[in-house]
């Protein structure tokens, strides 16, 4: 079996890995839009307006154009957006890694289930994407 | 108060949040929707959406550290998030049609059921019944070792039921979904009492499987919407830096008075949603 435990260590130290790659940059990312929130942003200083930002609906960026243009006019909400996208990103990404890890060793049986779990992760995203 | 100071308390509440959470072994959902509703009069939906992300955060960074030190079962995992991720998908549909009143009831009940199932660990000590060998697990190649501290030596185990463990899991990815929190409360023991794993293998396993399901249902309530920058981002940075902190402090000692504390705290909470949701039903 110590062929199989060496097999295992692959998977296990990737995964790692790549879930402490994607908290670490999504984090850096957020704290990156909030310091802009707070450099470009005087309104957030003003007593009173806070209903205006924790009003449903009222403060969400949603649609890539919109956060894609966000980026590049260093807007903060748009870097926020982006920093909690990659967040989410992140379990995605370890499931697709997973999935060539079974298939360099060969565990067609993983295959299919870490490509099921992957399609539904996909179908979640269009799901969203189409109930808007 | 101003956006900037409520900004900064959220931040420093999600951080002592996060960092007593780990040190009882809690994750971030349970505490950040109470937090936002209750304090702070959110509206339940958003505090729904800014918890789904920071469950992601603390159960990535614990996932992280338990998948290296070979606690995690990555394939009972995966084999489960299939139904985890169904689960997921299904209760994000129906978070956003369902009453506010009801979200309330319900989290207060999970709430209520997490503290009894913590009592019960508190009283019990760690009790692991052998399964007999299963036709799917061994096809499948589910079972495993773990390396057991505090005997010093490796232990090997069978994996008992996984199909009736897969599909009371799209049960607990609901849950997870609707309510915008782990349910590693309602993972650990299917996992622990109907598969029969060690208890310690049920809960890294629980927390390698939450990410995936908070991604599915983040997805949702991302594009709907829901996950307001505002309030995700100083709530996920804080919870992060705080669990970090505690898992750097005390690794993997899961304080029994902090865990008596936490019973009577989600008593409380517990109280106040369920009240909450029928004062708005």
């Known amino acids: 079996m110590k062929d199989g435990d060496k097999r295992l260590e692959l998977l296990e130290i990737t995964l790692g890995r ?89 565990d067609k049986k993983f295959m299919v289930i870490t490509a099921i779990v992957f399609t539904l992760l996909m179908v979640s995203l269009v799901l969203g994407s189409t109930v808007l | ?26 994750g971030g959902g349970i505490i950040v929707v109470p937090a936002l509703t209750l304090l702070f009069g959110v509206d339940i939906h958003l505090a729904i959406g800014a918890s789904i992300v920071c469950v992601i955060a603390t159960s990535t960074a614990a996932a992280a550290a338990y998948v290296r030190e070979g606690m995690t079962n990555v394939r009972v995992g995966m084999f489960l998030e299939m139904g985890t991720v169904t689960g997921a998908l299904i209760g994000a549909t129906l978070g956003g049609i369902l009453n506010p009143g009801l979200l309330f009831i319900l989290f207060g009940a999970i709430v209520g059921y997490s503290a009894l199932m913590m009592l019960k660990q508190v009283g019990k000590g760690i009790g692991s019944s052998v399964a007999a060998e299963n036709r799917i697990s061994k096809w499948l190649n589910l079972n495993g070792s773990y390396y057991d501290q505090a005997v010093g030596k490796e232990i090997p185990y069978k994996v008992a039921h996984p199909l009736i463990g897969g599909v009371l899991m799209i049960f607990a990815g609901m849950v997870s979904a609707l309510l915008g929190i782990g349910s590693g409360s309602l993972k650990v023991p299917v996992m622990d009492i109907a598969m029969k794993l060690p208890i310690k ?20 309530y991302f594009a709907r919407g829901d996950i307001n920058p505002f309030l995700a981002a100083p709530t996920a940075v804080g919870i992060t830096l705080g669990a970090l902190i505690g898992t750097r402090v005390m690794t993997r000692m899961h304080s029994r008075s902090l865990r008596i504390l936490f019973v009577f705290l989600f008593f409380f909470i517990g109280i106040q949603m369920i009240w909450k949701g029928f004062g708005t039903l």
């Open chain 2, 1 to 26: 108060m101003s956006p900037l100071l409520f900004t900064v308390l959220l931040f420093f509440l999600s951080a002592a949040g996060g960092f007593l959470g780990s040190l009882a072994g809690i």
């Open chain 2, 201 to 220: 293998v049920s809960s890294a396993t629980s927390n390698f499987m939450i990410g995936v399901t908070a991604a599915a249902s983040s997805m949702i």
């Open chain 1, 18 to 106: 790549t879930l402490r790659a994607g908290l670490i940059s999504s984090i850096s990312v957020i704290l990156f839009g909030i310091v802009l929130a707070i450099v470009n942003h005087p309104e957030l200083r003003e007593a009173g307006s806070l209903h205006k930002f924790i009003a449903p609906g009222g403060y969400a960026l949603t649609g890539f154009h919109g956060i894609v243009d966000g980026l590049k006019e260093f807007k903060a909400m748009a870097w926020i957006s982006l920093g909690i996208f990659m967040l989410i990103l992140t379990p995605t990404v370890r499931v697709g890694i997973s999935f060539f890890i079974f298939w360099y060793q060969g």
